[in-house]
């Protein structure tokens, strides 16, 4: 089977069809060389945990994938790494990386987002992802990293190029892209040392642990990881998260009667149109057997969080958006030791972007032009999202 075919506009009728036929399929993968897709919750989910199946992309049988081309000082991170290099370094992070950090960013995304929405006026037209979803993570990430301001809309330009470069996009536009991230990176930490600042960068810098310390490439390859995912993944949990309240207009109006209802909202979010379509390949040490059917060692497996999360054997009806389902178990952002280590971050900007957004403005409905999606495999989330908003009656 290509995923190409029907996935991207109905991703959710293919992964039905698939879940209801087979527990695994044989597949041309994004990169177009062949891999097997795991689509059923109890399947993704011990796929995810399963130390036999390697994110070290070492472990793949030679020519058999391809994916992005990163240079090493860009690729030594927690996606392409297994124990005990990946229990170290998710370690050192978390020495760095702290809840008390997250708590503190509270204020500072609130601040961010009611910016933006002032810059909106009262009442108007706008293409919401380019005018708040977008720009909120961006500036709370590098807020995060300790990026200076000149540097923001590259971020973004180099993040887009890499996941869902626009149509017409010269095929060596990534490399570009990639280069251009390494230079700026390799400069940023320069600075860092000579004038450590209050972010995270200069602690990850800073940070030890019994004598042990990020090297040079993890240190860039973590900041590469904390600004492409931190910024990529929120942008399309809020975007989609307004989409579907748009589309259910009930559910909007339950969640304005009881506010209270918002960090459960977010987890039905993230069940319903999470971020990834296939989530992090896994290469087996091993041949292992996943529902019946054995995948050899080295070849390339992919488990999809989104198919799993539609599963109705776990979620009753599941592709009905219930703010008030018990959501206990979705698979949107891992599971295992792989978790996202970013998680409260991504719930928390989401949480308030969202009560901003619906503070701010009780009339908020789909606008004229057109709902775009990003024509990735990878990333589940849209280009354009516009809308029409204000405080008063029209």
Known sequence: MDLADGLLDHPYDVYRRLRDS????????????????????????????????SLDKSHATAGTYKGFALPPALDANLLNMDPPDHTRIRRLVGRAFTPRRTEQLHAPVRRTADQLLDALGENGETDLIASY??????????????????????????TDTLVAPAPGTPPEAGKHAVVAMLGFFTQLLADKREEPGDDLLSDLIAVRDEGDRLSEDELMSLAFLILF?????????????VLALLQHPEQLAALRKDPGQLPAAVEEFLRYEGPALLAIRRFPVEDVTIGGVTIPAGETVWVSPSAANRDPDRFP???RL?????????????????????????????EIALAALLERFPRLELGEGEVRWRPSLRARGLLTLP?????HSA
Do not use: M
């Open 387 to 391: 809308v029409s908003y204000g405080k």
């Open 322 to 350: 219930d703010l008030a389902r018990d959501t206990t178990g979705h698979l949107a952002l891992g599971h295992g030791i792989h978790y996202c280590l970013g998680a409260p971050l991504a719930r928390a900007e989401t």
């Open 22 to 53: 087979a527990p695994v399929h044989r597949i041309a993968g994004p990169d177009g060389t062949p891999a097997w897709l795991v689509t059923r919750y109890e399947d993704v989910r011990a796929a995810l945990a399963d130390p036999r199946l």
């Open 133 to 158: 979803a977008a720009p909120l993570p961006i500036t709370v990430i590098c807020d995060l990293l300790g990026v200076p301001d000149r540097h923001r809309r590259d971020f973004r330009v180099w």
């Open 317 to 319: 009806d599941p592709d």
């Open 229 to 241: 995912a931190g910024y990529e993944n929120t942008v399309q949990l809020i975007g989609n998260a």
